[in-house]
């Protein structure tokens, strides 16, 4: 059974950056689209990017510019890299497929950016 565990969260001030991790204990992950989430205070949980098992990238408006998504098939773990961070992007972060699965949901990481 494929479990995901997230890492990386922390607290930091505005402009700054993050590398969030996300490690697969399954070969599955190599050969799916994965992607990271994101749950703010009182908010739905969104999709912020997504990668394909070739490289291929998407982002979330809010975060184009400053969030890079990877993935390193040999490692079983995809990216988050977060910079020139805002208080806006204080959330729990969560990795997952894309679309996700419910099963796969772990405990995410926290970041929080203060202003």
């Known amino acids: 059974q494929v479990q995901l565990v997230e890492s990386g969260g922390a607290s930091v001030q505005a402009g700054g950056s993050l590398r969030l991790s996300c490690t697969a204990s399954?070969?599955?992950?190599?050969?799916?689209?994965m992607g990271w989430y994101r749950q703010g205070p009182g908010k739905q949980r969104e999709l912020v990017a997504g990668i394909t098992r070739g490289g291929t990238t998407n982002y979330a408006d809010s975060v184009m510019g400053r969030f890079t998504i990877s993935r390193d098939n040999a490692k079983n773990t995809v990216y988050l890299q977060m910079n020139s961070l805002k208080p806006e992007d204080t959330a729990v972060y969560y990795c997952?497929?894309?679309?996700?699965?419910?099963?796969?949901w772990g405990q995410g990481t926290q970041v929080t950016v203060s202003s």
């Open positions: 997952n497929t894309d679309p996700a699965q419910l099963r796969l």
């Open positions: 399954g070969s599955i992950f190599n050969f799916i689209p």
